[in-house]
């Protein structure tokens, strides 16, 4: 039973699931793996790489992907420590 001295409140409205915010960030992350697929599809040729006596067969799509997320894990991994460093000399 409820309060009869106490007023009701009024029910706050739902938020919506899927706002406009999302649904774009939704719309550009499957055209990015649509892109990723196709471009792995594309360059799934065996390749030879060397690098002065090293010797590597892979599929280009790899030798192409695994050093471009390598350099974007670096290169957050720098930023982390960059803030950190700043952080610290502020101190």
Known sequence: MTDPTKPERAASPAKPILTTRRLLWLVGVA?????????????????????????IRARLAWLLIVPFLLGIALGFAAGEI??????????
């Open 31 to 55: 055209v990015f793996l649509a892109l990723l697929v196709l471009f792995i599809a594309d360059n799934f040729v065996l390749v030879e790489m060397r690098l002065f006596t090293l010797r």
């Open 82 to 91: 960059r803030q950190r460093h700043r952080r610290t000399a502020s101190r």
